[in-house]
């Protein structure tokens, strides 16, 4: 079967009382409608990477993460769409949750892995699957050159041109990718990175590795709201107002803290009248079902 997706991901405006007042443009791409379930920057990422195991004639993705990992329902539904088997190896003891529910929905096979073996991955891969000549090792998150290569691909898609493009960061890949998207085609866009981790300089080695060419780019640090999955009421409320605002569902996880630095530093005059911004709406809504307890 041929590893593609026709992607649907329009930009669309959004409309605000702060941005008409600071006479700012924001827009957003709404990687998110990619697919209700690969969504977002997970299916760019997993492109290349599903392509290339296909080739080595691999049957049998074996991929890393957390109980909440959108990488790994990702990886579960890409699998079940193009004929894949699928095992998660997940870190810490045995639990059951929302997303766990689903990529067991789609035929993926969990492994629970006590927190100190987990770190070694390709041990722990060589291991498990010494016997597995289809297993097919995918890095925790879909950290890869292929990853990179596959959300690179988001800006050659783009129609205008942008001051800024704002996109949330995690492992960093996909911020990678779309670096090297702004510098394959020349366009004069500053990439602005929002690490959701706290102290998330270490991002910066993260992103230049998959770099193809050193580029300039802003890290905004001060956006974590507590640390990775960690939420402040102040985040919530902004998330629903977010929501029912625009009809835009986005999470606290990502893009929430993505979005509400963009409202930030606008109220704050970070942008000069007349700047057009882009953000990037990476998907992963699935990851609200981990967070319900907070918007009680
Ligand atoms: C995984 C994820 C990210 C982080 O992507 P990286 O390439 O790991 O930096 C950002 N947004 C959403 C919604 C995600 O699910």
Redesign the pocket.
């Known amino acids: 079967m041929h590893i593609s997706l026709d992607i649907y991901s329009p930009v669309q405006q959004i409309q605000n009382d702060l941005f008409t007042f600071k006479g700012i443009q924001l827009y957003i791409k709404r990687d998110d409608l990619i697919h209700p379930v690969i969504s ?3 299916w760019r ?1 997993l492109k290349y990477v599903l392509q290339q195991a296909q080739a080595k004639n691999k049957n049998h993705l074996v991929t890393f993460g957390g109980a909440y990992s ?2 790994l329902l990702a990886t579960a539904a890409a699998a079940a769409k193009f004929g894949f088997k699928a095992t998660g190896i997940i870190r810490g003891e045995k639990v059951e949750n929302d997303t766990l529910f689903l990529c067991k929905l789609h035929g993926m096979e969990l492994i629970f892995t006590d927190r100190e073996i987990y770190r070694d991955k390709p041990a722990l891969f060589n291991k498990l699957f010494a016997d597995d000549e289809q297993a097919f090792f995918i890095d925790e ?1 879909g ?1 890869s050159p292929e ?1 990179a290569k596959g ?1 690179s691909e988001l800006v050659n898609e783009l129609t205008d041109t942008y001051h800024h493009i704002f996109c ?8 990678a990718g779309i670096i090297n998207g702004i510098t394959k085609n020349n366009l004069p866009t500053q990439f602005n990175a929002i690490p959701v981790f706290k102290n998330g300089g270490f991002i910066k080695d993260e992103i230049d590795r998959f770099l193809t060419a050193t580029a300039n780019y802003a890290l905004h640090l001060d956006y974590h709201f507590g640390g990775y999955a960690k939420t402040t009421p102040q985040l919530i409320s902004f998330v629903k107002q977010f929501t029912v605002e625009t009809g835009i569902l986005i ?1 606290p996880i ?2 929430g803290k993505m979005l509400y630095a963009i409202y930030d530093l606008a109220a704050k005059d970070h942008f000069a009248p007349g700047t057009k911004i882009l953000a990037i709406h ?3 809504i699935w ?1 609200l079902l981990g967070m319900k307890d907070k918007f009680i």
């Open positions: 977002g920057n997970k990422k959108n990488h998150g950290a990853g959300c949330a960061c995690g492992t960093g890949t996909t911020a999470e990502y893009t990476s998907g992963g990851g």
